[in-house]
């Protein structure tokens, strides 16, 4: 069985975008997956179990992001990775209104 690769784009939500908070709650998360996970922004890539690289994409409210993991569980992470950027990672103060 080869490494499993998977992609999914997914907007940002928050009305404050990809900063310290939402980033951390993403690494957290990126973190319980065996998986490799990748983040691109713009053309710059980032290591999805980096807080700091996640913070310096500074990727703003309406940017779409392009979630990446190659590993066992890549399906399953950039699932669950893709779901907490479209609730806008669960900071119901900073979701913008629609």
């Known amino acids: 069985m080869g490494t499993q690769v998977a992609r999914r784009e997914a907007t940002i939500v928050n009305t404050y975008g990809l900063h ?3 980033s951390t709650r993403f ?4 973190g319980t997956f065996q998986s490799e996970v990748w983040v691109e922004f713009h053309g710059a890539r980032a290591n ?7 913070t310096c994409l500074a990727a703003e409210r ?3 992001i392009e979630i990446e993991a190659h590993g066992p569980d890549a ?8 779901e907490l950027v479209a609730a806008g990672f669960h900071m119901d103060d900073e979701t913008a209104e629609n």
Do not use: H, I, N, Y
């Open 20 to 22: 310290m908070r939402p």
């Open 27 to 30: 690494v957290k998360l990126a």
């Open 48 to 54: 999805g179990k980096s807080l700091l690289e996640m």
């Open 62 to 64: 309406g940017a779409t």
């Open 75 to 82: 399906e399953r992470a950039v699932g669950a990775l893709a």
